[in-house]
């Protein structure tokens, strides 16, 4: 069965400063993936998605991630973080069609001035 | 497009009652998932409809049920409600192939029991 860690609960970050959220997943085929965003009180809110081609996916509000099947992981990045990127986000992984997503811990960012 | 829709927003019920939660899908999307999100547990897997039939549970006991209506829209239902049963519980909508596209989330139901 797959799983999913995300192995930092909570990050501060400066704002302006870059961002890189990690997320480790377990599948013994390709999985798909996925980084959601959720504000407090809110829904989750999708980022951006993998299942197959460039392993470098461009997502919404300036979020990029990399698969990188070596490593087993899709990390998230930002160069630059906004007070608005504060929210919790979430890693899930896919299997094949027709299967729920599994959802990592989530990782809280936080952003000083 | 109208999102997903869920109610209410807020339950307050009393241990050993039981509640209905209900979500609309977005028009079109034939599949709807629950999740239950706790501090402590994280998002888990409660289970999934796709037209009409329950395609896929989670590790969830039999107090948690849910049903699909022929217009997409579902309904899930905790008996006997536990104080662990508080929870934020959200639902997702598909197209059906999950995996290719994801969820669309509703903005969830926050079920405190007392």
């Known amino acids: 069965a797959q799983s999913v860690t995300q192995p930092d609960i909570h990050i501060t970050v400066s704002e302006g400063a870059s961002l890189e959220l990690r997320c480790n997943y377990s599948?013994?085929?390709?999985?798909?993936l996925f980084w959601y965003v959720q504000s407090p009180g809110q829904g989750l809110q999708l980022l951006l998605k993998?299942?197959?081609?460039?392993?470098l996916v461009q997502g919404i509000k300036g979020f990029e991630a990399e698969f990188k099947r070596s490593q087993s992981s899709f990390n998230l990045r930002k160069p630059s973080v906004h007070w608005s990127d504060a929210a919790e986000y979430f890693c899930a992984v896919g299997a094949q069609a027709g299967t729920a997503l599994i959802f990592g811990k989530g990782t809280t960012l936080s952003v000083s001035s | 497009k109208a999102g997903v829709t869920q109610t209410p927003r807020y339950l307050i019920k009393t241990r050993g009652q039981q509640v209905t939660l209900s979500c609309s899908p977005i028009s079109g999307h034939r599949s709807v998932s629950w999740y239950q999100q706790t501090p402590g547990q994280g998002l888990q897997f409660l289970f999934e409809y796709f037209s009409e039939t329950q395609r896929n549970k989670g590790n969830f006991p039999g107090r948690f049920s849910g049903r699909q209506f022929s217009n997409s829209r579902s309904e899930m239902n905790v008996s006997t409600l536990e104080l662990g049963d508080s929870a934020l519980y959200l639902c997702?909508?598909?197209?059906?192939?999950?995996?290719?596209?994801?969820?669309?989330f509703g903005s969830g139901t926050r079920l405190t029991v007392v």
């Open positions: 993998y299942f197959s081609g460039d392993t």
């Open positions: 599948y013994g085929a390709t999985p798909y």
């Open positions: 997702a909508s598909s197209t059906g192939q999950t995996t290719n596209y994801g969820y669309t």
